[in-house]
């Protein structure tokens, strides 16, 4: 079976080009993963007195800018790429975003002050929109119709693999240290292999079932898992319930699979449906245009997440994110056509 796998699809030899150029400019968004795993483990290190790595220690207030100001950066990458890309082309775009990404590390590396790591998120930022406006394009404008689904998908897999690559080193490797031997923490490894099984499963699915049924399945699951992780907060917070028999493992998997079925629809699925439902004359400044609107709500979550956890639970959090599934569910059902096959020039 795993032959036959290699021997069709993205891996026939009239492909290899098209996968090869894919995979070689996917590499950007694999240490871009990395710069966006590296926060989430050193967080609760930089808000410690005791543990923070650097000279100085941050506030909780000071977490959630980190969180928040990425999208700031965000938006600018989607416009600002969205020029370079209509001026220079595509490949020149590409090779421009070295430049904030390697930024990212110096800041990191050098920093003396909370304000550098502001600055490093805004870095990251401006690589993550550009990205997120430029490969899409550049990949869809080369790959087959009969392919174009997964290899598009090769830029979440890369990204969700450089991420899980950042969780495992910033948790476990001293700062300024290059690791001989890694110790992973279990949950974190989990999610983050989770998140890889998951865009490996649109990859395989994306062209052989279309885009709108793994975006149906994705909403769906999305919200009954996260209405799910509401009703056990709800029993642990206000209940006072012993739930200790299923704390071990039940917050996880739940996570876990949150996290899988994302990655199977909305996550990896819904940029190949961008780029290929916008007609060719304004899909550069339309794609930075939807991005930068998302990039704007990336921001409003990651800013107010913190604040509804303190103020309203994690129950009442999670249950709004699930309505928030479900809305976007009804859309994908109502008003979303399918793209798969769809001829990226018409």
């Known amino acids: 079976m795993l032959i036959s796998i290699f021997k069709s699809g993205i891996f026939q030899w009239q492909y290899r080009r098209q996968l090869l150029v894919s995979l070689s400019a996917t590499l950007i968004t694999f240490c871009h993963g990395i710069a966006l795993g ?19 220690y941050i506030d909780v207030n000071e977490a959630s800018w980190l969180g928040a100001v990425i999208s700031i950066g965000g938006i600018s990458g989607n416009f600002s790429f969205s ?5 220079f082309g595509r490949k020149v775009s590409i090779y421009a975003l070295a430049v904030p990404h390697t930024c990212i590390w110096f800041l990191f590396y050098f920093a003396q002050s909370i304000e550098w790591l502001y600055v490093a998120r805004v870095c990251a930022g401006l690589t993550g929109g550009g990205m997120f406006v430029v490969l899409p394009i550049f990949i869809g404008e080369i790959a087959d119709n009969s392919i174009r689904g997964r290899l598009c998908s090769f830029f979440t897999l890369t990204m969700n693999t450089g991420i899980m690559v950042g969780f495992v080193v910033s948790s476990h490797i001293a700062y300024h240290v290059i690791p001989c031997a890694l110790d992973p923490n279990t949950n974190t490894i989990i999610i983050g292999a989770v ?5 490996l499963a649109s990859i395989y699915l994306v062209d052989r079932y279309g885009r709108k049924i793994l975006l149906i399945v994705s909403c769906a699951g999305s919200g009954i898992g996260t209405s799910a992780f509401g009703l056990y907060a709800f029993y642990v917070e206000e209940q006072k319930a012993d739930l200790s028999a299923f704390s071990a493992w039940l917050p996880v998997t739940l996570m876990a699979f949150i996290i899988f079925i994302a990655n199977v629809g909305v996550i990896s699925v819904s940029m190949v449906v961008l780029v290929e439902i916008l007609p060719q004359k304004i899909r550069a400044v339309a794609t930075s245009f939807c991005l930068g609107c998302l990039s704007f709500f990336a921001f409003a979550s990651l800013k107010t997440f913190p604040l509804m956890m303190f103020h309203l639970g994690l129950a009442a959090t999670m249950w709004f994110c699930g309505a928030v599934s479900v809305t976007c569910l009804f859309y994908v059902v109502v008003c979303l056509e399918e793209t798969k096959g769809r001829s990226m020039y018409d």
Do not use: A, V
């Open 195 to 199: 998140q890889i099984l998951g865009t």
């Open 83 to 87: 020029y370079l890309m209509n001026r």
């Open 38 to 56: 590296w926060l989430s483990p050193m967080l609760p290190k930089l808000l410690s007195p005791q543990e923070t790595p650097l000279s100085f």
